[in-house]
């Protein structure tokens, strides 16, 4: 169990959690309806890969800078 103590830590799990939400969120917005009405099911889902990008870089500066 101690193994996997060193492997796990908070900011570890934390970078898991991040990617977990982008990779929910860039799916969501590829596959959202009323995007889908405006621009072509290949930009949407690029669309949807690039702002998950985004907010989790945004995410991932804010949460490094507030446990400096």
Do not use: N
């Not at 830590?9 to 799916?27: E, I, M, N, Q």
């Amino acid at each position: 169990m101690q193994f996997l103590v060193k492997l796990i830590d908070a900011d570890k799990l934390g970078g898991w959690v991040r990617a977990s939400v982008a990779s929910a969120l860039g799916l969501a917005l590829a596959k959202w309806p009323a995007l889908g009405t405006i621009v072509g099911p290949d930009f949407q889902a690029a669309l949807g890969v690039i702002l998950s990008g985004i907010a989790v870089g945004i995410w991932s500066s804010i949460a490094k800078s507030a446990a400096a």
